[in-house]
């Protein structure tokens, strides 16, 4: 926009940008209508007008070329915007900081998703259930890296406490399939079916805790359908840690287990 400028005026010449966003479609008409509404100047007086559209990253310049009104549009304009943040659903409506608050007060401090509503309701916006667990739903992409790399630290440190403890779970509707070679998928086809075949609607689970005892100080939890040994295999896979257990005959394998 400045080879634009010095190309075409004086180096004293004023600059205007239209600070809100413009169709590209708008021409000279358009254009010079906004300038007399909103900068209340005449296209003639030699100023160069500046017009960006929504995203930011097409720019039309217009200025009274000595005979004439002048229009350049340049896509490739070089301007810069700050980055915008993660984006969860369609829209670009709602970002990380939105998914951190509900993920929060749901998990953190056992608000329901209905009464998360009140969060927000004092700043003016009221989302609904749906919208909220939408949110949760694809906030799973941008915690999944995170996850992956925290639970990689723990399976280097040097030494990692095990444990588990039983859990309900509600049976879902239809049993879902699974990838060829998925341990954890078939057997969770297969107890899923088995209390299903009963008439249960619920089947008591396991949620394994893998405890970092030296550099990484934090738990990974893993949610097996049964206290099956295959959870601690896969977890200390690559692992050449000293694991801290309980006698459970499920603890072999090449790790040095105790009490």
Same mark, same amino acid.
């Given at each position: ?33 906004? /300038? #007399?509404?909103?900068? @209340?100047?005449? !296209?003639? %007086? ?5 017009? +960006?559209? $929504? ?98 630290? /723990? #399976?280097?440190?040097? @030494?990692?406490? !095990?444990? %588990? ?5 509600? +049976?879902? $509707? ?86």
């Amino acid at each position: 926009m400045f080879r634009i400028a010095s190309a075409f005026a004086p180096s004293s010449t004023r600059i205007y940008l239209y600070a809100q966003n413009v169709d590209m479609r708008k021409s000279f008409d358009g254009l010079c209508g906004i /300038v #007399q509404a909103e900068f @209340a100047r005449d !296209i003639r %007086d030699g100023e160069l007008y500046l017009f +960006l559209n $929504r995203r930011g990253d097409r720019i039309k310049a217009m200025y009274w070329d000595r005979d004439g009104i002048a229009i350049w549009q340049d896509k490739a304009c070089g301007i810069a915007s700050p980055e915008r943040s993660t984006s969860l659903v369609e829209g670009n409506k709602y970002d990380t900081s939105v998914a951190a608050t509900i993920i929060e007060a749901k998990w953190f401090h056992y608000i329901p998703i209905c009464r998360c509503q009140d969060l927000f309701s004092g700043s003016g916006w009221t989302p609904s259930r749906s919208t909220q667990l939408n949110i949760v739903t694809q906030s799973a992409f941008v915690l999944a890296s995170r996850i992956l790399f925290m639970k990689r630290l /723990v #399976q280097n440190d040097t @030494a990692v406490g !095990i444990d %588990d403890t039983s859990c309900r779970m509600l +049976l879902p $509707r239809e049993i879902p399939e699974f990838q060829p070679g998925d341990l954890k998928g078939q057997r969770l086809a297969e107890k899923l079916a088995e209390p299903r075949r009963k008439g249960h609607i619920s089947l008591l689970a396991k949620m394994w805790v893998y405890s970092g005892l030296n550099q990484a100080r934090y738990n990974i939890f893993d949610f097996r359908v049964s206290r099956h040994r295959e959870g601690p295999e896969e977890f200390f896979a690559s692992s050449r840690c000293k694991v801290q257990g309980d006698c459970y005959s499920g603890n072999t394998g090449n790790h040095c287990w105790s009490i």
